[in-house]
T-cell receptor, first 114, second 111 residues
Framework: ETGVTQSPTHLIKTRGQQVTLRCSSQSGHNTVSWYQQALGQGPQFIFQYYREEENGRGNFPPRFSGLQFPNYSSELNVNALELDDSALYLC?????????????FGPGTRLLVL | GEDVEQSLFLSVREGDSSVINCTYTDSSSTYLYWYKQEPGAGLQLLTYIFSNMDMKQDQRLTVLLNKKDKHLSLRIADTQTGDSAIYFCAESNNQGGKLIFGQGTELSVKP
């Protein structure tokens, strides 16, 4: 167990809707990263937050947005859902901002878009 | 660009050694990681190696890094049925905290 928790575990939405996924970091960690894992693929980096500021972003459109709160928990918001957004969404927490810190993953939220 | 490649499948007998291979393209990689993912679960960190090291051993796990060839391997000694899972190789550098993952190698351990 990493101490990283995510909610909900599963979610079904329809195309065009909006979704919010939540992540609680491991105690003592101030950095959270979000990844999208499509079926049969490796995780793809969405973005990272360090001390409530975005610290890096992957190749995802602006309808993917995030927040990090003062307690270092985090949200991933996806607007105007598309069928291809169906995936496992993973968050990972770490300590520090220089991109070399080991990331510990939560169990993920499985999103299905119909 | 950044790319990480892994073979997709590996099948071994219980008690044998497993070797999972990975190649990467980014010469500025600083850390390289191995994660394990069981069905329906998140990623479990197994081990990692800093780019200035050649080898790291941690109980049944041995990581070998050939930085010249950009080749990383994970050896699991005395492989057990509980080791059946998907293994991901990942690299990181100093660019915004992201990990670049391979596609994963599905390890099947037969009794």
């Amino acid at each position: 167990e990493t101490g990283v928790t995510q909610s909900p575990t599963h979610l079904i939405k329809t195309r065009g809707q909006q979704v919010t996924l939540r992540c609680s970091s491991q105690s003592g960690h101030n950095t959270v990263s979000w990844y999208q894992q499509a079926l049969g693929q490796g995780p793809q980096f969405i973005f990272q937050y360090y001390r409530e500021e975005e610290n890096g972003r992957g190749n995802f459109p602006p309808r993917f947005s995030g927040l990090q709160f003062p307690n270092y928990s985090s949200e991933l918001n996806v607007n105007a859902l598309e069928l291809d957004d169906s995936a496992l969404y993973l968050c990972a927490s770490s300590w520090g901002d220089v991109g070399q810190e080991t990331q510990y993953f939560g169990p993920g939220t499985r999103l299905l878009v119909l | 660009g950044e790319d990480v490649e892994q073979s997709l499948f590996l099948s071994v007998r219980e008690g044998d050694s497993s070797v999972i291979n990975c190649t990467y393209t980014d010469s500025s990689s600083t850390y390289l990681y191995w994660y394990k993912q069981e069905p329906g679960a998140g990623l479990q960190l197994l081990t990692y190696i800093f780019s200035n090291m050649d080898m790291k051993q941690d109980q049944r796990l041995t990581v070998l890094l050939n930085k010249k060839d950009k080749h990383l391997s994970l050896r699991i000694a005395d492989t057990q049925t509980g080791d059946s899972a998907i293994y991901f190789c990942a690299e990181s550098n100093n660019q915004g905290g992201k990990l670049i993952f391979g596609q994963g190698t599905e390890l099947s351990v037969k009794p």
